[in-house]
């Protein structure tokens, strides 16, 4: 069974920084293309970046430059590192691979910007 535990979220000012991860198991992690969502209140999921299996990373135009997406093979893990947090940054955050054909999804972690 694949599983996916995202953890890091919390209250910050803006202009802070948090560090997301998500731990996974049940795959094999290193073939993994993984990639980090976001739901806002009363809005659609949206796709904040990806990281390859051959350690590419690419991100939406909202986070390129504040946000660095990252993987560790050895310790199954991904990790999100958002800098110059703005208010709109305020989600839920999941992260999400596909393994043998299917979608899998974390709970999620909260994030909140604000003063």
């Not at 919390?10 to 992690?29: D, E, K, Y």
């Not at 990373?57 to 999100?80: C, E, H, M, P, Q």
């Amino acid at each position: 069974q694949v599983r996916l535990q995202e953890s890091g979220g919390g209250l910050v000012q803006p202009g802070g920084s948090l560090r997301l991860s998500c731990a996974v198991s049940g795959t094999n992690f290193r073939l993994n293309d993984v990639h980090w969502y976001r739901q806002a209140p009363g809005k659609q999921r949206e796709w904040v970046a990806t990281i390859t299996s051959s350690n590419v990373a690419t991100y939406a135009d909202s986070v390129k430059g504040r946000f660095t997406i990252s993987r560790d093979n050895v310790w199954n893990r991904t990790s999100l590192q958002m800098n110059s947090l703005k208010p709109e940054d305020t989600a839920v955050y999941y992260c999400n691979l596909m393994s043998r054909g299917r979608d899998f999804w974390g709970r999620g972690t909260q994030v909140t910007v604000s003063s």
